[in-house]
């Protein structure tokens, strides 16, 4: 049994959490599915934008915990054990990663617990929806541990560093409503379906503009919020010079003064020199 669907329609690609009974936990086979769905989509460039939701009671109550007894050796008794954990580790944080380099905006639609590693999931994403009934935990800190896939890193630049700091700390539930307050989510909405429907309408939107323009405006906001200013304008000017298209800007206003949808090239289809064929 697959932990997801992902279907594609109309250039939005829609994946869904698909094991409620198992509250949606990320087990190893989940880790594989990811990755693999996120590289294909990456290579591909025929959807515009990707939207996450899932199905259940929660979003994803994280990681599975049996994952520490089977798939991965946690093994603390060596140095090399040790520094096992540490690649177990990266090869983990780059699945999520992918989340941010893909070429695409994603967004998340998040209802009920989104706990755990599913902290280090939607917080890898652009946009966050999220139904009233959601709320998100720092786990890993009532179970004895650090958070370690990505929270720590990037909820401190979603949020202010003091509310981050606070829950990380506490383990305690944030609310939607203070996930709204604080800035985690983009907006809350009454149901699950609710929240749904406004990240694919929301995606719907993003795949009727230039998906190189997407890719671009993309690119420049992660890179300005790694870097300085001056740095990130610098990055911007080239950027810009590589994905401008005077065609795209007229067909874009054709398209508004025509009242109808514009339409533009998709992007081009990655092949990496394993897949060539090429000698």
Known sequence: MHCF???????IAHLVLSRPEALNTMNPQFWRELDAALTRLHKEGTARALVISSTGKHFSAGMALDTFDNAIA????????????FDSLTDMQATFTKLETLRMPVIAAIHGGCIGGAVDMVTACCIRYASADAFFCIQEINIGMVADVGTLQRLPKLIPEAVAREYAYTGRRMPAAKALAVGLVNEVF???QAAVDAALQCAAEI???PPVAIWGTKQAISYTRDHSTEDALKHMGVLQGVIWSNAHIREAVMAGKEKRAAEFPALVA?????????P
């Open 270 to 278: 990655l092949q990496g020199f394993r897949e060539s064929g090429n």
């Open 5 to 11: 669907t992902l279907t594609e329609q109309n250039h």
């Open 190 to 192: 009454e149901s699950q």
């Open 207 to 209: 795949a009727n503009k």
């Open 74 to 85: 946690m093994n603390d008794t060596s140095p090399e054990g040790r520094a096992a954990i």
